[in-house]
């Protein structure tokens, strides 16, 4: 008689959730032996399983005493004795028991051993084992996966392929605020509203069809528990799979990054800081012009820092000290500034209004003036909103503009307040705070000193333009012989004040010096220079030398002088003769162009500057025949950065050429235009002599 199996309870085979299984699954890991004993403990069944366990195939097996076959001798009468009590008394029995193994070895083994009662009474033994080694890596494989998934503090979920609730641990029940009974079964947007649902779900859908993990996807929220903050997670998808590649649903990670999150942010928020200070240094005194910089200024903080800025500048740091006026600390002019714009202008340009405004001493400008401190305020009232806008069509604009949040920082140099920069957010949701005043404040401060450097040079230049242009010529006298023309034009805003000069003198028999000259350097220093060699020159000239004698003594004449290198173009047009003597002193040559002529570079002796010493000068006689001109100049009209002196004195001649028929002043004003550096670096003076017939 063979043992009947017991009907399963549930449905018939085959239908509702029954089905073949794939291999792979954990009764084919742990390899499970089936024998079945009749009650004289002959083996009357034995599965392939046992067979590969035990190494005995059915034909050595079946028919013959389990004892004898698989037990050592030192354990046979205990088997027996256990086998007895099993089938005496229906008892069941689970342990570890050593069995012989077909080659001889022994194996212990993982028994599970229980009584059969066949169809017609008959009672059987029923043995399932397996391996103790395989069965406890797997106990201890399941223990540690069961530790592992209820303690961690990492949120972990297994979900269906619906998406599903299959289980999830106490530190995702935690996060999500539902206890662990209500979340089984249910979808994942119930346990996860918190978050982004959307972006989860299409994330999870997509590891589910692809089965590629998705791993580290941020996602930022506000929980039940603390609604009042975000929090950031980093959410992980894996896909889970059977042996046989069939999906069995998803497993999903929830880490708490918060802090992570907040360290990254602050640190994005530290590097934009930093470049916005490294722009500073970049952008901002790119020049020595106070309204540019002004600009460069507020056009550096927005939107960055703040939605609307002002630079404003206290009215008597703009004025020159010599200027006399009353002095007042209240009145600000507003050099820069950049309105609150609508949000499709993109970025905005700083403007120059240019008006002035008087700052009351219970302000927060005339508060941060007078302390030399900045003025916080994180959140504007209805009442610092009148008290700050000045005006009611002024506080009406910012209230539209949702404005709420204002800091002032002063713009200090070398220990005195010049003024203001003036910050207000109205887009920007957070308010002003401590950080970012420490950030407007160094930007102030390095704006500031830009801007004394250029209240400095402003004042300078024009101090040495006023010298320089009070020891030029006034407009010369007509000459015998001549007609003249000249120009001079100081450096522009990027360049300084220099020493160059021309000068037209009389002379005795109706004689004529023509003088242009070039100090080296610039500034007060080179002005006054230019002035005691131009007054040399002309006392030297009523002595009637040759001019190459004469700049000998001039040369001379420049030791002791702070800026004593210069160079110098001396020539004396005698109108009877027709004919000029010329010396240099290492200056370009001047140019000749006669009559219905091509210009031409007179070919004179170099020379060496004055101030070098020690060299002679020469003097070469030129003719000059009446429609005949000779152009003289400073190098700052044809010296440029990106082209040659060659290029730019070919570019002089040809302009001169076309200008035979024009008046002096109009070919002065053409040479200007065409040639003169756009950027003005170098300041220039040139003049024109064209010889005449005289008149009795």
Request: overall charge negative; hydrophobic content about 40%.
């Amino acid at each position: 008689m063979r043992p009947v199996p017991a009907t399963p309870d549930g449905p018939a085979a085959g239908g509702g959730v029954f089905g073949p299984s794939a291999p792979g699954g954990l009764l084919d890991v742990l390899k499970v032996a089936a024998v079945v004993l009749d009650d004289r403990g002959r083996i009357v069944l034995w599965s392939p399983q046992a067979e590969e366990l035990f190494g005995y195939t059915a034909r050595d097996a079946l028919g013959r005493y389990a004892a004898r076959l698989l037990v050592h001798e030192e354990h046979l009468a205990q088997v027996i004795e256990l086998f007895a009590t099993v089938m005496r008394e229906g008892m069941s029995w689970a342990g570890v028991f050593p069995v012989r193994h077909k080659d001889g070895s022994t194996r212990l083994l993982e028994f599970r051993n229980m009584r059969l009662r066949g169809e017609s009474g008959d009672l059987y033994a029923l043995g399932l084992a397996t391996e103790q080694s395989t069965l406890r890596r797997v106990e201890r494989d399941l223990a540690l996966s069961t530790r592992l998934v209820a303690q961690s503090p990492i949120g972990l979920a297994v979900l269906d392929p619906e998406l599903r609730f299959v289980s999830i641990n106490p530190a995702l029940t935690r996060l999500s605020g539902h206890p662990p009974e209500t979340l089984t079964g249910r979808p994942l947007r119930v346990a996860l509203s918190f978050l982004d649902v959307y972006l989860i779900e299409t994330a999870a859908r997509r590891v589910l069809q692809s089965g590629a993990a998705l791993v580290d996807q941020n996602v930022v929220g506000r929980t039940s528990t603390d609604p009042d903050r975000d929090h950031a997670w980093s959410v992980s998808y894996y896909r889970l799979e059977a042996g046989d590649g069939r999906v069995l649903g998803l497993a999903l990670s929830v880490v708490d990054v918060t802090d992570r999150h907040r360290a990254a942010t602050e640190a994005a928020h530290a590097r934009r800081r930093l470049a916005m200070i490294a722009d500073a240094s970049v952008r901002v005194g790119t020049t020595l012009d106070v309204t540019r910089t002004a600009r460069e200024l507020a056009g550096l903080v927005v939107p960055e820092l703040a939605d609307e800025a002002s630079v404003d500048l206290l009215d008597e740091a703009l004025r020159p000290p010599s200027l006399p006026g009353v002095r007042d600390e209240r009145l600000f002019r507003c050099l820069a500034e950049i309105p609150v714009l609508p949000k499709d202008t993109g970025r905005p340009e700083p403007g120059r209004p240019d008006s002035t405004y008087e700052a009351t001493a219970d302000s927060p400008v005339g508060r941060c003036v007078d302390t030399s401190e900045p003025f916080l305020l994180p959140r504007v009232g209805e009442e610092d909103l009148a008290r700050i806008a000045g005006g009611p069509e002024n506080a009406g604009r910012l209230a539209r503009a949702g404005f709420h949040s204002y800091l002032v920082v002063p713009l200090i140099a070398h220990g005195s307040v010049l003024g203001v920069l003036r910050l207000r957010r109205t887009r920007h949701p957070a308010p002003f705070d401590e950080d970012d005043l420490v950030l407007a404040r160094e930007l102030a401060g390095r704006a500031a000193v830009s801007i004394g450097h250029a209240r400095s040079y402003q004042r300078e230049h024009d101090t040495a333009l006023t010298l320089q242009r009070s020891l030029l010529p006034h407009r010369p006298s007509p000459r015998p012989g001549l007609e003249l023309a000249y120009r001079y034009q100081p450096a522009g805003a990027a360049g300084e004040v220099g020493g160059d000069w021309f000068d037209v003198i009389p002379l005795a028999g109706g004689r004529t010096a023509l003088v242009v000259g070039d100090v080296m350097g610039s500034g007060v220093a080179a002005a006054a220079t230019m002035g005691q060699l131009r007054n040399t020159t002309r006392a030297l000239a009523d002595l009637d030398m040759d001019p190459a004698e004469l700049l000998h003594h001039v040369d001379r004449s420049t030791t002791g002088l702070e800026q004593a290198t210069a160079t110098c173009v001396y020539a004396v047009y005698d109108p009877e003769r027709h004919a000029c003597l010329i010396s240099n002193a290492g200056h370009l040559p001047p140019v000749r162009v006669p009559a219905g002529g091509a210009p031409e570079l007179v070919e004179l002796p170099t020379g060496v500057p004055l101030g070098v010493g020690g060299v002679p000068f020469h003097t070469l006689n030129v003719p000059l025949r009446p429609g005949d001109r000779l152009v003289l100049f400073t190098d700052g009209l044809v010296e440029v950065r990106d082209e040659s002196i060659d290029t730019r004195l070919d570019q002089l001649m040809t302009l001169l050429a076309g200008g035979g028929d024009h008046g002096l002043d109009r070919t002065c004003d053409e040479v200007l235009w065409a040639l003169r550096d756009a950027e003005g670096h170098d300041d220039v003076a040139l003049l024109i002599a064209r010889a005449v017939e005289q008149t009795e």
